[in-house]
Nanobody
Framework: VQLQASGGGLVQAGGSLRLFCAVS????????MGWFRQAPGKEREFVSA????????YYADSVKGRFTISRDNAKNTVYLQMNSLKPEDTAVYYC????????????????WGQGTQVTVSS
């Protein structure tokens, strides 16, 4: 299974970005998907997760109300719409996949993408 994250970039505070994670190999609709981020000098942290069929969705408190996760099983892609971005959202964002139930722990995910840089200027 391979994951390719894209969509990152430089944006001013208050702006928006949409991240994409394209998945190849395996059966995408069987995977629980997650987004994590890692800022310089910090541990990788949970951002959001979505279950196989998109019914169960979870967010970190820090992004709740600003970020929206979604998936298109026909396109083998998971999205992260990020609105009202803040400088503290600056990080490398990673998508991850699991063939079993997964939520907020990195150890729950088996496959990882390479990351995409998001930089929010003040």
């Amino acid at each position: 299974v391979q994951l390719q994250a894209s969509g990152g970039g430089l944006v001013q505070a208050g702006g928006s970005l949409r991240l994409f994670c394209a998945v190849s190999g395996g059966t995408f609709s069987n995977y629980h998907m997650g987004w994590f981020r890692q800022a310089p000098g910090k541990e990788r942290e949970f951002v959001s997760a979505i279950s196989w069929g998109g019914v169960n969705i979870y967010y970190a408190d820090s992004v709740k109300g600003r970020f929206t996760i979604s998936r298109d099983n026909a396109k083998n892609t998971v999205y992260l719409q990020m609105n009202s971005l803040k400088p503290e959202d600056t990080a490398v964002y990673y998508c991850a996949a699991s063939g079993t139930y997964a939520y907020a722990r990195t150890s729950e995910y088996k496959w990882w993408g390479q990351g995409t840089q998001v930089t929010v200027s003040s």
